[in-house]
């Protein structure tokens, strides 16, 4: 039996195979790094997730540029778009190694093609079937060069026309500086123009009142003369006229000035009378909405506050304007949405005397309360729960719970499926917050729904009881209705 040797390597001599032509310029010093699948294919490995491709490095500098757009100022668009033009330079300068690399790979694979071409006349049996295989994979690898050089060749215009609109950008952004800078030019030409002619107004002006003094100066003169003249002509008589008129001004002037220090020592001893009724009593409570304000006595000298009678206002923090709260007639008063940015007044008589004490600012809004509710505002229909404390100005025994409906078109009160109350917004009901009433004035409001019914509920939060209100006016405001507190019509 014939031994068959395997090693078929000494049957080609090496001299045979032609060398690679030294023009050949290789654009790496290894072996393009691939993998061969099934069915012959090559498979390349995965790129580097950090290392981005060409086009969406364009993509994102592009949209950077525009995000940035709006609040750059316009020297610093131009410098932006300079810098763009510049990014678009360099990247089609790679644009251009990169296709004179694919040219190189080209050749490359054309003389190894051709070498392994000459190599397959050379072997036989599976030798040969190995350097087909490899004749195969080198024409796969040129079809895909081909591939890569289409996408190269759309990058490439791709570049060129983003390297042409920054261009037109840059020259637009560098119009667009030179107008700024010439509009400011005449700007600052305008203003010197305008103070130089507000200083010749003030100097006419100025040489005018030299004139009209010196004028009044010479008149004086004129008539201190004629005294003189009228003196030393011997008439006498028109001298002693001026004397006794000057007599009687000094004997007014001086009962004047008497007159006006009695009028200080008044002043100031009823200013004196003022500051002591002040510290009598001060506001406690926080000067928030969701709280209450109290009044409370600061000495004891102090008259009791049930001795006192007390009126709550409103001051407009524009106008200053004083708004009387009809019905706020206690020592605790729980400020509404209506108060908020307002400034809050109570006056205290007793005796004659009037006090009068103010919160330190404007009523501050709750957090969060206005976010709450817009949110209520998207629902039709809004339930709170409540229960009813007086009905008709009479305190309600009852403390079962009910249910308040704030609706788009009508408020509803139900106990369970019996309905108390059912009204529209109308010009004849009425809303506010509970003015008095204890600790528990923050969630109580006050509610008219006709001339014949109207009830006091008391909410389970501050916060939902300001949220119906602001909700109920939101509401009837849509319905073109004010829907306000006793006498606020006006607000």
Partial sequence: MTRVNRNFGDTIQKEAIPAVSADVIFASSRFPNYKIGANNQILYPKEDPKVLSMKEVVARETSLLLEQQNRLSVRDLASKFEKGLAAAAKLSEEARLREAASLEKHVLLKKLRDALESLKGRVAGRNKDDVEEAIAMVEALAVQLTQREGELIQEKAEVKKLAKFLKQASEDAKKLVDEERAFARAEIENARAAVQIVEEALQEQEQISRASGKQDLEELMKEVQEARRIKMLHQPSKVMDMEHELRALRIQLAEKSKHSLLLQKELARSKRIEENLSHLYEL????????????????????????????????????????????????????????????????????????????????????????????????????????????????????????????????????????????????????????????????????????????????????????????????????????????????
């Fill in 284 to 491: 406690g409570g926080a000067e928030i909405l969701g709280s209450y304000l109290r009044i409370k006595r600061c000495s004891d000298i102090a008259p009791e506050l049930s001795q006192c009678s007390i009126q709550w206002y409103r001051i407009s923090s524009e106008g200053g304007k004083k708004e009387l709260i009809s019905g706020a007639s206690k020592s605790v008063y729980a400020p509404e949405p209506f108060d908020v940015g307002r400034i809050l007044l109570a006056e205290i008589i007793y005796d004659g005397q009037l006090i009068k004490l103010t919160t330190t600012g404007a009523i501050d809004p709750a957090a969060g309360l206005g976010n709450y509710v817009e949110a209520l505002v998207r629902k039709h229909d809004v339930e709170f729960t409540v229960v009813v404390t007086q009905m008709n100005g009479s305190d309600h025994p009852s403390e079962s719970i009910h249910v308040l409906h704030v609706g788009k078109m009508r408020m509803k009160l139900c106990k369970g499926k019996t309905t108390i109350a059912k009204e529209y917004y109308s010009s004849s009901m009425q809303l506010c917050g509970v003015r008095g009433g204890g600790n528990a004035a923050a969630q109580a409001l006050f509610w008219q729904a006709n001339k014949g019914l109207s009830v006091v509920l008391a909410f389970e939060s501050e916060r939902d009881r300001n949220a119906a209100i602001m909700l109920a006016r939101r509401f009837a405001f849509d319905c073109n209705i004010m829907l306000a507190g006793p006498d606020d019509r006006d607000l």
